[in-house]
């Protein structure tokens, strides 16, 4: 990677020279331009002030410094497999009187080591607290590290120092170690100005050993006389649990013709009453041992059908005495609304059978006298 800063100098017979960027290991072009030049030599000069190339004749022994072009309006000269040695201030000279001069900063980046990773416990236990660290060295300016876990970014702590012109970059990332760690990828990946293609990166697969937990899964939410049930004993551990153990009560399985065990499963080929107790499947490894239950109970196909028919009818009967509640209570309402407005018009009836508005004035008096005779009722 090579690229050019701001151009340098006064446009006339003055050297017009561009700041220069390349990765270490590439090739600097130097470039030194004149816009009007009066036949008067160009010279590029190193940072030690050694003449590189005065015209087109080269003046230092460096197999690594080739001739580009050369003009009397251009000077180019190129500098292959860079070095961080190489950087610094290069000096393009135009020979007038008095000598003129441009200066070209050439700014070397220094590539990153692919990173390692250490701190990792094969295999770390549930609960440890572990620490992992990456480091990569030999990057100018110093690279930026980033941590992974599958493909989600967590925060580490970064820590930068100088080595000469390098730097070198760790970053570590703590961990309390639980059984969803296990499997999972911690990436860590480097970033740098000079990886123009892709980053660095190294992956860790952290390997978690744990104690089983167990479940049971049954085949029948209602289990009845005469059917199949398996039982399925559901045991999550690394390493994987030893094989598990089925018991009836506390003790063994008291009918292994009808309870048959098949690696993780019991299995009943024909239920009946006495199979009514409670199961227990225990599994365990090196790190602990655990176990579940599942109490059995059988029905009666019978009287299970019964206790469905009873309750199809009772549920029946609160449904006819909800709606009849319902039906009372629209006809009562609508009852008391209809004669609660009877009573206002009949208030009025001398004014409404008046011909005229006088004649209901004197009937409306009449009534009000007549106010001690009335009797109201109110339902």
């Known amino acids: 990677m090579a690229s050019k800063g701001k151009v340098r100098g006064i446009s006339g017979q003055y050297p017009l020279v561009q700041n220069v960027t390349v ?18 030599s160009l010279q590029w000069s190193n940072p030690a002030q050694q003449t590189l190339f005065f015209g087109d004749k080269k003046a230092l022994r460096d197999n690594r ?22 950087e610094g201030m290069y000096t393009c000279s135009l020979f007038t009187m008095p000598v003129r001069t441009a200066k070209a900063y050439l700014t070397v980046l220094g590539v990153p080591e692919k990173p390692e990773i250490d701190g990792l416990t094969k295999p770390a236990l549930e609960g440890d607290h572990i620490t992992l660290t990456c480091i990569t060295q030999g990057s100018k300016p110093a690279a930026d590290l980033r941590w992974f876990r599958n493909e989600k970014e967590v925060k580490g702590a970064k820590e930068v120092n100088a080595s000469g012109k390098t730097f070198t970059v760790r970053s570590s990332l703590q961990l309390h170690v639980d059984r969803n760690d296990d499997g999972v990828a911690y990436t860590c990946r480097v970033d740098h100005v ?6 660095q990166q190294a992956t860790e697969v952290l390997e978690v050993h ?8 049954h085949s029948l939410a209602v289990p009845q006389e005469g059917q199949y049930l398996k039982l399925e004993c559901v045991s999550k551990g690394n390493p994987s649990p030893d094989p598990v153990m089925w018991t009836k009560d506390g003790g063994e399985l008291p009918d292994l013709d009808r309870m048959i065990v098949e690696g993780r ?7 009946n009453k006495t199979d009514n107790g409670t199961y227990r499947c225990e599994a365990s490894n090196h790190l602990g ?27 029946g009967v609160v449904a006819v005495v909800v709606f009849v509640t319902l039906c009372l209570i ?7 609304a209809r004669h609660k407005g009877t009573y206002l018009t009949n208030e009025a009836k001398g004014a409404d059978d008046a011909p005229d508005a006088d004649t209901a004035i004197i009937n409306a008096e009449g009534n009000h006298a007549h106010a001690e005779e009335k009797k109201e009722y109110f339902i």
């Open 289 to 315: 041992t655990s176990s579940a239950e599942y109490v059995l109970y059988v029905y009666d196909p019978n009287a299970l059908g019964q206790r469905s028919t009873d309750h199809a009818l009772i549920g």
């Open 330 to 336: 629209i006809v009562l309402g609508r009852y008391l």
């Open 23 to 40: 990765t270490e290991g590439r090739t600097a072009n130097l470039t030194c331009r004149v816009e009007f030049n009066d036949n008067t």
């Open 65 to 86: 410094i080739e001739l580009v072009r050369a003009s009397w309006s251009e000077l180019t000269i190129s500098i292959s497999d860079v070095t961080l040695s190489d």
């Open 265 to 271: 499963e019991l299995t009943f080929t024909s239920l």
């Open 210 to 217: 744990y104690a089983p937990r167990v479940e049971i899964i």
């Open 194 to 199: 000079a990886l123009t293609q892709a980053p």
